[in-house]
């Protein structure tokens, strides 16, 4: 009877151990269930280029998600709370993504269904200065960019934006959107340099993940040492100053009456050896002047060139600045596109010429080696 007691409370012993397993077993299938149920998206953070980011409130092995019909699945190596769904995902559109379901941490499948919406940015934007086709830049600089959002990799600013021709000098960053660049040495006049900041995905980012879509290139020129001025008061003088020093003087003629010549400061756009040049005078008839020679173009039809006349310093042109021929040769060769032209007033009362039914050329049509802004 000794032995069958211990028998039957060893085996009483047994069972309770059994149940106990069995129970605990169950009670942790029932956590695993209920925390696999329970798990849900916390937050989503969304980039152009590494994709969305899901926070869940409890571990996760995996993800399946669908984004334009197209369905993926994301595994992670360890179970975490934070996955990453790579995606390229388009600047400046609304995006909608589908949580198809989810893998708990206990390798349970929970079929739920998110739909997760999000409108991205637009693509990333640079403004530069100098601007588009830039006259009278300082020498010195700075030169900038800003872009309209905080940018990401600051760093790289010495790769994607560049000079040509090169510039030695460093970028400071004013501002997580500014940058500018500090010449080591004062550039040379006139001298025509295009800034070029580089796009794509690879390029300068913000930090919610815009790239530029295109490159920004902005070619400008730096400021001259020369200035070339230009008086309507009789006799009617061009006078070419460099460094403060008169190096060049002529008598010029402007527009007869019934013409005009814009007054102001301008500057040289545009250099042709020679032009034809057609139009009609003030006095209603036309011309053709097929060899209108050493034209450094202003503004619209209005440039200073040389044209044969019995004598000058008074108004006979029909608006551009006429130099003498060999005047205007010389001039051409001295000065580059880019100097500064100021045309002074006021002007005098124009009696009629009695030149003024000569041919007054002033609208360019054609040329030949051209060398302009």
């Known amino acids: 009877m000794k032995y069958k007691a211990v028998f039957f409370s060893s085996l009483s012993i047994l069972s309770c151990a059994v149940l106990a397993v069995v129970g605990l077993r169950a009670r942790h299938q029932w956590i695993e269930r209920v925390d696999a149920t329970h798990v849900t998206i916390a937050r989503s953070t969304w980039d152009a280029l590494d994709g969305v980011r899901l926070a869940f409130t409890g571990p996760i092995e995996s993800v399946t998600w669908s984004i334009h019909g197209r369905v993926s699945t994301t595994k992670l190596a360890n179970p975490s709370t934070t996955i990453s769904l790579r995606t390229?995902?388009?600047?400046?559109?609304?995006?909608?993504?589908?949580?198809?379901?989810?893998?708990?941490?206990?390798?349970?499948?929970?079929?739920?269904?998110?739909?997760?919406?999000?409108?991205?940015?637009?693509?990333?934007?640079?403004?530069?200065?100098?601007?588009?086709?830039?006259?009278?830049?300082?020498?010195?600089?700075?030169?900038?960019?800003?872009?309209?959002?905080?940018?990401?990799?600051?760093?790289?600013?010495?790769?994607?934006?560049?000079?040509?021709?090169?510039?030695?000098?460093?970028?400071?960053?004013?501002?997580?959107?500014?940058?500018?660049?500090?010449?080591?040495?004062?550039?040379?006049?006139?001298?025509?340099?295009?800034?070029?900041?580089?796009?794509?995905?690879?390029?300068?980012?913000?930090?919610?993940?815009?790239?530029?879509?295109?490159?920004?290139?902005?070619?400008?020129?730096?400021?001259?040492?020369?200035?070339?001025?230009?008086?309507?008061?009789?006799?009617?003088?061009?006078?070419?100053?460099?460094?403060?020093?008169?190096?060049?003087?002529?008598?010029?003629?402007?527009?007869?009456?019934?013409?005009?010549?814009?007054?102001?400061?301008?500057?040289?756009?545009?250099?042709?050896?020679?032009?034809?040049?057609?139009?009609?005078?003030?006095?209603?008839?036309?011309?053709d002047d097929p060899h209108v020679p050493w034209v450094m173009g202003l503004i619209g039809n209005v440039a200073i060139h040389g044209y044969p006349r019995a004598s000058y310093g008074f108004p006979q042109s029909n608006g551009c600045v006429e130099l003498p021929i060999a005047t205007a040769k010389r001039l051409y060769r001295m000065v580059d596109v880019g100097t500064p032209v100021t045309i002074e007033g006021p002007r005098k009362p124009r009696a009629n010429s009695r030149h003024a039914h000569a041919k007054h050329p002033s609208v360019v049509k054609s040329s030949k080696h051209p060398s302009k802004l």
């Open 88 to 287: 390229e995902l388009p600047q400046g559109q609304r995006i909608s993504l589908q949580v198809l379901g989810i893998q708990s941490r206990y390798g349970q499948n929970v079929p739920e269904h998110w739909t997760l919406s999000h409108a991205m940015p637009a693509a990333l934007r640079a403004t530069t200065n100098p601007g588009p086709w830039q006259l009278n830049v300082p020498r010195s600089g700075p030169y900038s960019v800003t872009f309209d959002a905080p940018v990401e990799n600051p760093t790289s600013i010495g790769r994607e934006v560049t000079f040509a021709p090169t510039i030695p000098g460093k970028w400071v960053w004013e501002d997580p959107e500014t940058a500018e660049y500090f010449p080591k040495k004062r550039l040379l006049p006139t001298v025509q340099e295009a800034m070029r900041v580089g796009d794509g995905p690879n390029g300068l980012r913000s930090i919610y993940g815009q790239y530029l879509t295109s490159p920004v290139t902005r070619s400008f020129i730096t400021q001259s040492d020369e200035e070339i001025i230009v008086r309507e008061t009789l006799p009617e003088t061009l006078t070419l100053v460099k460094n403060g020093k008169v190096i060049l003087r002529s008598l010029c003629n402007t527009a007869v009456t019934g013409a005009y010549t814009p007054t102001g400061t301008f500057y040289i756009r545009s250099k042709f050896p020679h032009v034809v040049m057609k139009g009609v005078n003030p006095n209603g008839t036309h011309y």
